[in-house]
């Protein structure tokens, strides 16, 4: 059984602390000065922010601090530091934003304000989870869910987020929700979209009688690995191997091509890989054509 890494690496806390800058920026600077609201933790320190004056930058570490006392034994050694790191530097760019004389002029245009606020906190927090980290908040209740009642994590987070933002009504109207909903869409998707990584890739798998010619092909002209899986026909019964090769967007084109040469009657399925590791990818790159064959 392989035993958990549980160590603490600087390059994560340095770039968790750079989501949480970044996403600290997003709801000051957009968020706050254009009267957007927000879901989770941060929303709900939006709304004490509104109704009360308590400084966000206070009311996060406030209402963190008993939940990470109450879920500290889900989180583990590593998750529980990255959690308290995050929610303590998450506090004090809030803290430092709100006493920078920065002004982001939009001339009051809300949807330029959504889409700011989506893109600069959206990409500081898909950093933050990157690398490990968490701001606690929800996420802390989420797990708690799971862990005694099976809810899956996404679905409670989901019903918190909707309740804070009905909340949030008692300080905005109804044309800032609609644009808090814009901004909590493009949130969400570059969040994703910085999870997934720069190395996206494509997954094909063929299926073909001619899988050797193929399997050739794609080796000695785009200089990819190719794995075979031995496969049996579900109607037939007949075993036949099945191709299996990872290759970048950019060389999708081409892949297409090699098989249509060698099988236009081939089945092909295409995979959308969100992050691909290793040789070709994020070590060296194979070389292709006639410099690769060079130096073989």
């Given amino acids: 059984m ?16 750079v989501g949480c800058a970044m996403f600290a920026f997003g709801l000051v600077f957009f968020n706050i000065a254009n009267h957007l609201a927000d879901g989770g933790i941060s929303g709900v320190t939006l709304i004490l922010r509104a109704l009360f004056g308590i400084d966000p930058a206070y009311s996060t570490i406030l209402i963190n601090i008993p939940l990470i006392l109450i879920g500290w034994r889900f989180l583990g050694r590593q998750s529980l530091i990255y959690t308290i790191y995050g929610t303590i530097m998450l506090s004090v760019f809030l803290w430092i934003w709100q006493r920078v004389p920065i002004v982001i002029q939009l001339h009051g245009d809300l949807l330029l304000s959504a889409l700011g606020a989506g893109v600069i906190g ?3 927090s898909g950093l933050l989870y990157r690398y490990g980290g968490t701001t606690g908040g ?20 989901l019903y918190l987020d909707v309740i804070v933002l009905l909340v949030s009504l008692v300080y905005i109207d109804i044309q800032h929700m ?13 969040v994703n979209f910085t999870q997934e990584g720069a ?3 494509r997954g094909i798998i063929v299926v073909s009688d001619h899988h050797q010619e ?27 191997k099945m191709i299996y090769v990872v290759v970048a967007p950019s060389e999708l084109h081409r892949l297409r091509q090699i098989i249509q040469r060698n099988d236009p009657r081939a089945f092909v399925s ?11 990818f994020t070590f060296a790159v194979p070389k292709k054509g006639w410099l690769g064959k060079l130096k073989r």
């Fill in 2 to 17: 392989t035993q958990k890494d549980e160590s603490i690496h600087v390059l994560d806390l340095i770039m968790i602390g």
């Fill in 122 to 124: 959206g990409f500081g």
């Fill in 138 to 157: 929800t996420d802390i209740i989420a797990r708690i869910f799971e862990r005694f009642r099976g809810v899956p994590m996404g679905r409670t987070l």
């Fill in 178 to 190: 609609a644009y808090t909903l814009i901004y909590s869409y493009i949130f969400a998707r570059i």
């Fill in 199 to 201: 190395y996206a890739a």
């Fill in 214 to 240: 193929i399997t050739d092909n794609i080796m000695d002209e785009l200089g990819r690995g190719v794995s075979l899986i031995d496969g049996e026909g579900g109607y037939s019964h007949q075993s036949r």
């Fill in 270 to 280: 295409v995979i959308n890989v969100n992050e691909a590791l290793g040789e070709g």
